[in-house]
C-alpha cells in the first residue's frame, strides 16, 4: 500500500514523465550518432581500402615489369591489407598472401563496368569474411582485400563506449529529473500541507514563495486566502460580540423600566415609558440595519434608479433634519445647483445623505457649521459633506465604514450609534458603483466626499432637452 502511494505524488509523476521523454530523447541523440559514426567509419575503411588499390595500380601502370609487381607484393605482406595482382582473364599473377575460398569467391564475381577510379566490390562488413576494392590497369586488375574482423572489432570498441556513454547519461538524468521532480514538487507539497491546515482552521500557515512564476502566484493566492479568511473569522467573533451587546444594551433598559413601569402608583410611568419607545426604537433602527446589511452580504439587496431633482431631494432632507440641528445651534448649509438631476435610487440616496449628515450631526459641537455640496471638481460630480466636528483619528480612517467600527466607543453608545451606518453607506454607494472618500484631521473636522458616475449627473443643458 504504501508503494502504491508513493506512485500517487505528484513529484513521481513529474519525474515519471520527465524521464520518459528525456530517456526517448536521449535514445533517439545515441542511436542517430551511433549510426552516423559506424557508418563514416566504414565508409573511411571503404575510401582507404580502395586509395590503396588505385595506389598499387598507379605503380603498375607506370612500371609494369616483375619486379614492380613482386614490390607491391612484398609491400602488402606486412600489412594488414591482402594484394592481388590478375591479368586481364583474372588469372593470379602474384598475391601478398595464399587465396583461400572468400577471396576466389570474390575474384569470381563479375565486376561488370569499371572506370579507372575503381570500386569497392564486397561492402557487406558484418556477414563476409573480406571487404574488397578493385582498380584496373591496363595489363588486368589489382584487388585488395581487408578482413572484416578488424572493422567488426572497432564497430564492437565504439558500441562498448556508446553503452557506458548511454548508462551515464541515463544515471544522470535520473539523479537530475529526481532532484527536479522533488524541486517542482515541493511548493506543490508545501501548498497540499498549507490547504489541509486551513481546512482545519490553522490560519496562521506561511507559504514560502520560491518563484514568481505560477506556482509563485498560487502560493501567494494561498497565502492571502488564509489571512483573508483568517480577517473574516476574527470579523465574525467581533461582530458576535459587538452585536450580542448593542443587542443586550436595549433590552437590559426595556425589561428594567418595564418591571418599574408594572408597579402600581408610580407617578414616572410616562417617562419610564418614553425610555422604554425610544430604547425599543434604537432597536429596531438596529435591527433593519443589519437586515440590510444582510441582503447585501446574499447580493439581494436591489435598487431602483429613477431621475428626480437632486436640489429638491436635499432641501427636503434639509427640512427633515433642520428641528434636530436647530435644536443644537448647528448651521446646515445646502449648496447644489437646482437644474442638476440625478440617476439613483431615491430611498437609498436619502438613507444615504442623512446617514452622512446625522454623523456629522452627533460629532459636531454647538454653534459650527455644516456644508453639503455638491458640485463638479476634478472632471467629475461629488457630493461633499462637511463638519468642524471632532475629526478622526489618523489611525481609524481606514476603518470607519468596517461594520461596529467606532472611533470612540463610549461616546458613540452615548449617542446612540452602533458602528453601522457607514457602512451601510459604503454598500449602498458602492451598488451604484459610485465611490465614497473620507478625510478628516482631529480638532478641525471630517469631510465625506462621494464621487458619482459619469452619467448619473444631468446638467442644466441635458435636464432641458
Avoid at 544515471?171 to 481546512?199: D, H, Q, W
Avoid at 440617476?343 to 454653534?367: C, G, M, T, W
Wanted: charged share 25%; aromatic share 8%; proline share 3%.
Amino acid at each position: 500500500m504504501t508503494k502504491l502511494k508513493h506512485l500517487n505524488h505528484i513529484s513521481f509523476k513529474i519525474g515519471l514523465i520527465f524521464f520518459v521523454i528525456m530517456i526517448d530523447l536521449e535514445g533517439f541523440v545515441i542511436y542517430f550518432l551511433h549510426q552516423n559514426i559506424v557508418k563514416e567509419r566504414v565508409k573511411d575503411e571503404f575510401n582507404s581500402l580502395l586509395v590503396r588499390s588505385n595506389s598499387h595500380r598507379d605503380v603498375l601502370e607506370q612500371y609494369n615489369d616483375p619486379d614492380s609487381i613482386h614490390r607491391v607484393a612484398v609491400l602488402e605482406s606486412k600489412s594488414d591489407l591482402i594484394v592481388i595482382v590478375l591479368n586481364g582473364n583474372k588469372k593470379s599473377i602474384i598475391a601478398s598472401r595464399p587465396l583461400d575460398r572468400g577471396m576466389r569467391n570474390i575474384i569470381s564475381k563479375p565486376v561488370g563496368k569499371i572506370t579507372h577510379k575503381g570500386k569497392i566490390i564486397e561492402k557487406h562488413w558484418e556477414d563476409e569474411k573480406y571487404i574488397a576494392s578493385v582498380s584496373p590497369f591496363k595489363n588486368g586488375y589489382v584487388y585488395m582485400f581487408k578482413d572484416t574482423k578488424q572493422v567488426q572489432q572497432l564497430i564492437s570498441q565504439m558500441n562498448h563506449h556508446f553503452w557506458i556513454a548511454g548508462l551515464l547519461a541515463f544515471g544522470i538524468t535520473l539523479i537530475l529529473i529526481i532532484l527536479l521532480s522533488r524541486i517542482l514538487a515541493r511548493p506543490l507539497i508545501n501548498m497540499k500541507v498549507a490547504t489541509k491546515k486551513i481546512a482545519k482552521g490553522d490560519l496562521s500557515v506561511e507559504i514560502p514563495v520560491y518563484s514568481k512564476d505560477e506556482l509563485g502566484q498560487l502560493a501567494e493566492s494561498i497565502r492571502t486566502l488564509a489571512r483573508e479568511w483568517n480577517h473574516l473569522r476574527e470579523e465574525r467573533s467581533e461582530f458576535l460580540a459587538s452585536i450580542s451587546h448593542e443587542l443586550r444594551t436595549p433590552l437590559t433598559y426595556i425589561k428594567g423600566y418595564a418591571d418599574i413601569a408594572r408597579k402600581n402608583n408610580c407617578a414616572d410611568n410616562e417617562t419610564y415609558l418614553n425610555i422604554i419607545y425610544e430604547e425599543a426604537a434604537k432597536l429596531s433602527d438596529m435591527i433593519q440595519n443589519l437586515f440590510d446589511l444582510a441582503k447585501m452580504d446574499r447580493n439581494s439587496f436591489q435598487i431602483q434608479k429613477q431621475n428626480f431633482p437632486l436640489f429638491q431631494m436635499l432641501k427636503q432632507i434639509e427640512h427633515k433634519l433642520s428641528p434636530a440641528f436647530q435644536n443644537k445651534r448647528i448651521i446646515l448649509t445646502v449648496k447644489c445647483h437646482p437644474s442638476i438631476q440625478l440617476i439613483a435610487d431615491p430611498v437609498r440616496f436619502e438613507q444615504v445623505v442623512i446617514n452622512l449628515l446625522d454623523n456629522a450631526y452627533k460629532y459636531s459641537e454647538p454653534h459650527t457649521n455644516i456644508f453639503l455640496t455638491v458640485k463638479k471638481a476634478d472632471g467629475a460630480w461629488k457630493l461633499i459633506v462637511q463638519d468642524h466636528g471632532k475629526g478622526i483619528p489618523e489611525e481609524d480612517l481606514p476603518y470607519i465604514f468596517e461594520r461596529f467600527y467606532r472611533v470612540d466607543k463610549s461616546r458613540s453608545r452615548s449617542f446612540g450609534g452602533t458602528g453601522l451606518g457607514l457602512a451601510i453607506v459604503k454598500e449602498i454607494v458602492e451598488a451604484h458603483n459610485w465611490h465614497i472618500h473620507a478625510d478628516s484631521r482631529e480638532g478641525i473636522g471630517t469631510t465625506m466626499e462621494i464621487r458619482f458616475q459619469g452619467g448619473d449627473i444631468i446638467e442644466e443643458a441635458a435636464a432641458r432637452r
